[in-house]
């Protein structure tokens, strides 16, 4: 397609971003915490309003705190414990912005500074150390949320992650907690950047489908950083707010442009129209959200939702296409890729349930999805190269005994008793007839030249070519036996092509063996016609024929044994002989019309 030129900054793009998490994950500071201090959970008794509402209400254990509507939130109490002076206070801030009050004066705010470009200081952990706070003074918990909703409560996050003593503790359980959706992403990270690495090889040898395993490494790539930005922890390694929110949106903004990008390859020519339509359609939406993202006019964490309900309706329009494509050319590779493809829907349906339903699994079932379906199109991957490589070599090894056939054959063509015939036959015209001497000369001339330019020719040439190479062989033969051989050229169409020399062997032989030994000679005619989806050639003689049950692989049908070898290796033709004693011999070739461009 036309389309490399867009595709491959966003998948070197896609690299770029997962160096940089992986840099930064290893010069970043959070992840290097002592053992030796501890963290306790902190509770709060007193009462609670939202959007300056003037009755409030009291605080309690069970309070729900995703029931709580609003986009501010104060909380005024007491803590349930003192804070020694030079203790931390840890919080965890989803899209929020925070100030806390004590007796009424400010000690600590965050989230009020932020970058140009977002309008939330991000999803993070933070903590900041106190000059003591009794249980007696009053608190006040003033709480901003940044965008009107969040699929998961920011309010419940931050109170379910209050604590006091030391930061390091906290988020060493955080890390822990959270450790297998690391593991996961990382994993994933690594099949897309194995898959990215074999497409290129794939690509490096020519063989099918390389730029689609581009694409697809790519989708895994992104799947695996979006999986391993995790804000449970990601804060923790990677200690930039901002740089950790564009990559996720950047993630799930392109990842399924990518997918979409390699599922086109599976569809129909009826349906890709549609697909290149939604292609360019998700793609101009992602750079869009992006580049309005980098000059601060939107957030993409607010867009989020809109770009679900697009590719929930991008999924539901392609589904059908794919269904009607199983029944195409390629539905045998795409049948390869179902299991990964199902693999993958489902672990996005749980996902979108989970929204509904708020079963809190912390995205296990796209993590899960992403890791089945990454497994299973690397092994897919694997198989099809392997698959590709043996093919290549069978290949390889065929085209050599391609060659050596064609020398065979024309080593077979110019034996010295061939070549002291003509050349007799040539002498005695000198005397006689010296115009046609000199029109028998120009024939062996072309004759030999056309051998040996058999030998540099390594795919099939058009018909035209290899009939006007049997002309100057017939004419030499004639020399030979005069009136007693007879040739008819049926010529119904030229309009294909044949391996060189193959036809020319096969008249040959019918000369030779068919006519030749018969003492009143006989007639060949060499015949072409199109047919449906094909082109028939014949080859007939009316000369001694033979038996075919009982006709062995000597020196004399050697001919006839590689043209069909190389009719059928590089034309996929069906060569056919029906011979019989005392009648003649009919040789039939099937050659397939070539796939149409395009």
């Known amino acids: 397609m036309r389309d490399k030129r867009i595709f491959k900054p966003l998948i070197w793009l896609t690299l770029a971003l997962a160096g940089a998490l992986l840099l930064c994950s290893v010069l970043a500071p959070g992840a290097r915490m002592p053992n030796s201090t501890t963290g306790e959970r902190l509770g709060l008794t007193g009462e609670y309003w939202t959007d300056g509402a003037a009755q409030s209400a009291p605080l309690s254990h069970s309070l729900d705190w995703d029931a709580i509507p609003g986009r501010e939130l104060v909380v005024q109490g007491h803590f349930d414990r003192d804070i020694l002076p030079n203790t931390q206070l840890v919080f965890r801030l989803t899209n929020l912005q925070l100030e806390l009050k004590v007796n009424g004066l400010p000690v600590f705010s965050y989230g009020d500074t932020k970058p140009a470009f977002m309008h939330s200081a991000g999803n993070v952990w933070t903590a900041f150390t106190s000059e003591g706070i009794r249980m007696t003074d009053t608190v006040e918990l003033r709480l901003t949320r940044a965008f009107g909703s969040e699929s998961l409560s920011s309010y419940r996050d931050f109170f379910k992650n209050l604590y006091a003593g030391s930061e390091f503790p906290v988020y060493r359980e955080a890390l822990h907690t959270a450790g297998w959706q690391l593991a996961i992403g990382i994993l994933i990270l690594a099949a897309g950047v194995t898959m990215l690495g074999l497409s290129q090889y794939a690509r490096a040898l020519g063989l099918a489908r390389g730029d689609d395993a581009v694409n697809l490494s790519a989708f895994v790539i992104g799947c695996g950083l979006w999986t391993i930005v995790d804000y449970r922890y990601i804060s923790l390694l990677i200690p930039y707010p901002a740089f950790n929110q564009t990559l996720e949106m950047a993630c799930m903004l392109l990842m399924p442009v990518f997918l979409l990008r390699y599922l086109l390859s599976w569809l129909t020519d009826a349906c890709r129209r549609l697909g290149m339509l939604l292609l360019y359609l998700n793609l101009a939406a992602a750079l869009t959200g992006l580049v309005l993202q980098g000059v601060g006019v939107v957030d993409l964490t607010a867009m989020t939702p809109w770009y679900a309900l697009a590719d929930i309706g991008m999924a539901l329009l392609l589904t059908p296409c794919l269904i009607r494509s ?215 003689d009316n000369g001694v024929g033979f038996n075919p049950d009982m006709h062995s692989a000597n020196a004399d049908s050697i001919g006839l044994a590689n043209a069909k070898k190389r009719m059928e290796a590089m034309m996929g033709a069906e060569l056919r002989v029906e011979s019989k004693v005392g009648t003649g011999t009919t040789i039939t070739i099937l050659i397939p019309d070539p796939p149409r461009k395009g």
């Open 326 to 540: 199983l029944r195409g050319e390629q539905a045998r590779a795409m049948r390869a890729s179902l299991p990964a493809l199902l693999v993958l829907f489902v672990g996005v349906l749980l996902n979108v349930l989970n929204f509904f339903l708020e079963w809190r699994t912390g995205g296990l079932f796209f993590s899960l999805a992403f890791l089945l379906f990454a497994v299973l199109e690397l092994l897919r991957l694997i198989r099809g190269l392997a698959e590709s490589v043996r093919r290549n070599h069978a290949y390889a090894r065929m085209e050599n005994e391609l060659t050596q056939s064609r020398i065979a054959v024309m080593l077979s063509q110019i034996k010295p008793h061939f070549l002291y015939n003509a050349l007799n036959a040539i002498s005695a015209l000198c005397l006689t007839d010296p115009v046609m001497a000199d029109q028998a000369i120009t024939s062996l001339s072309n004759y030999l030249r056309g051998n040996i330019r058999s030998l540099e020719q390594n795919t099939p040439v058009p018909f035209a070519q290899e009939l006007e190479h049997i002309q100057y062989y017939v004419r030499l033969e004639q020399l030979r036996y005069g009136d007693k051989l007879r040739v008819v050229y049926a010529i119904g169409t030229t309009d294909f092509q044949v391996p060189t020399l193959s036809l020319q062997t096969l008249v040959e032989n019918a000369i030779r063996h068919g006519v030749s030994p018969k003492p009143e000679g006989g007639l060949v005619v060499i015949q072409t016609e199109k047919g449906e989806g094909r082109t028939v050639v014949r080859i007939i």
